[in-house]
């Protein structure tokens, strides 16, 4: 169910879904029941049920869209229960409600910081395109206009410097805006390393990175389009206890 699960500080954890979970996603072509209840199963896991995580439609840009009340909206609704629709963006930002993020390659990065009536929680999604348009930066910036401090990261996991490969301009292309996602695949190959990428924007925001996940790719637990381009998606997860 959780490839990573921890209490990151007192009433807040942040987890990682393996396949065991199952597909999450609604846009993969799974049948729509089957994935809502997998997503009540793991808010009953996680032990936030009647809450709801909340989910978003992501687009690979750098909207932020700020979660005011934990309402999951349709992409996390229970079957045939009416909801409003999940905000389309790649980053959500709440003062304690259920946040998650999707992914098959695509970084899943959950922030956490300390707010004046209580945590201040983030979930990001940071591929290629989104890195580029700095929806990390954006993200942190919100928070902090919530009055967040000493907000910490965590890199869930996602397709690897050594496997992402990517024509060479492409590469040139996105270094010459984030110089650390320059790489090279393991068979010498141009490629780009977004979890390095990811990191050295964070530090230069002064957000430090408390964990890193492994390679989707690698990782026959995980979900990844480039090992199957029908892969379902999991997710990071971010939530407060009651």
């Known amino acids: 169910m959780f490839l990573w ?3 990151v500080q007192p009433g ?6 393996d ?3 199952g597909n999450l996603a609604l846009h993969v072509g799974d049948d729509a029941a089957a994935v809502l209840g997998r997503r009540a199963r793991l808010e009953h896991i996680a032990g936030i049920a009647p809450r709801r995580f909340q989910y978003m439609n992501q ?7 700020l979660v005011v009340e934990p309402d999951a909206g349709v992409e996390s609704g229970t079957a045939g229960e009416p909801s ?13 409600g259920p946040l998650a993020v999707m992914v098959a ?3 899943p990065l959950v922030l956490v910081g300390a707010g004046s009536s209580g945590p201040v929680l983030s979930a990001v999604h940071a591929g290629r395109p989104g890195l580029f348009s700095g929806v990390i930066p954006a993200a942190v910036e919100q928070m902090r206009a919530f009055g967040a401090t000493d907000i910490r990261a965590w890199l869930g996991p996602s397709v690897c410097g050594n496997c992402y490969e990517v024509p060479a301009e492409l590469r040139d292309e996105v270094a010459a805006v984030l110089a650390s996602a320059w790489s090279t695949t393991s068979w010498g190959t141009p490629a780009l390393d977004l979890p390095g990428g ?8 002064g957000v430090p990175v408390e964990y890193r996940g492994p390679c989707t790719l690698e990782n026959e637990s995980l979900f990844s389009y480039r090992r199957d381009s029908r892969s ?6 971010v939530w407060t206890h009651d």
Do not use: K, M, W, Y
């Open 5 to 7: 699960r921890a209490e």
């Open 12 to 17: 807040v954890s942040v987890a990682f879904t």
């Open 19 to 21: 396949t065991n979970a």
């Open 59 to 65: 687009v690979h840009g750098n909207e932020v869209s």
């Open 84 to 96: 409003p629709p999940a905000p389309t963006a790649d980053a959500l930002v709440s003062l304690g």
């Open 105 to 107: 390659d695509c970084i």
């Open 198 to 205: 990811a990191a050295s924007q964070l530090d230069a925001l």
């Open 232 to 237: 379902g998606r999991f997710a990071g997860l």
